[in-house]
């Protein structure tokens, strides 16, 4: 992610420190990620459920570049890599979520 996107929340004032947050949503607890690489012992739990939280939204919503894949095609996809790119904690309060308790995602 580019530093512009964190400095352009350096003004505003939270209730508690989100840049590290914001920083660690594409990092994914194998290491994979970016943009440092920082594996699962590295990254604050919140990063993690923002992580996923990411996924699954960007994955079953419209972009100007693609439909939507779907919310099934998004729960398979961090099903798949639960606990590779994932946090299994955070992947099986998701599906949880979605597939038992039937939650939606607002258009």
Do not use: Q
Request: proline share 6%.
């Amino acid at each position: 992610m580019p530093r512009r996107d964190i400095t352009s929340c350096k003004d505003i004032e939270f209730p508690w420190p989100i840049a590290r947050r914001i920083m660690e949503h594409h990092e994914r607890i194998d290491g994979s990620g970016y943009p440092n690489g920082l594996r699962r012992d590295k990254l604050l739990i919140e990063s993690r459920i923002l992580a996923v939280a990411d996924v699954v939204e960007s994955m079953a919503s419209h972009r100007p570049y693609r439909p939507s894949l779907g919310i099934g095609a998004a729960l398979d996809e961090i099903a798949e890599y639960k606990g590779i790119h994932y946090d299994t904690e955070v992947v099986d309060a998701c599906l949880r979520l979605f597939r038992v308790k039937e939650y939606t995602l607002i258009s």
